[in-house]
């Protein structure tokens, strides 16, 4: 039986201890895991279609979206490319030719 804390995936939590049958479980947030099938921690974003986006990352805008101060909105199919990933609503930062930088959101777009 281990003894040893261990941290929970889901709320990051010090406080995750062995439960039953390979389990550690969390006292903050009740979650449940086997820390064998934990495959890595870190920012997770997912475009509009649920494919994992990583940093480098080409993306396509898949609706229409108004920008604030700009004549017109980013038209849908606009191609964004060395997408960088952040925390937070918008977590795309890009560049945008005709824009330039400016904050996205995950789920408006689709990995190219």
Known sequence: ?????????????????????DLYACPE???????????EAGLR???ANGNRLSDGDT?????DLPVKGASG???VGTKVKNIRLVEGDHNIDCRIEGFGSMGLKSEFVRKA
């Open 29 to 39: 947030c009740g979650h449940e895991w086997n820390p064998a099938e934990v495959v």
């Open 45 to 47: 974003v997912v475009d």
């Open 73 to 75: 909105p980013i038209k």
């Open 1 to 21: 039986m281990p003894d040893k804390l261990k941290s929970c995936p889901r709320c990051e939590s010090p406080y995750g201890y062995f439960s039953r049958e």
């Open 59 to 63: 993306v396509i805008v898949i609706k």
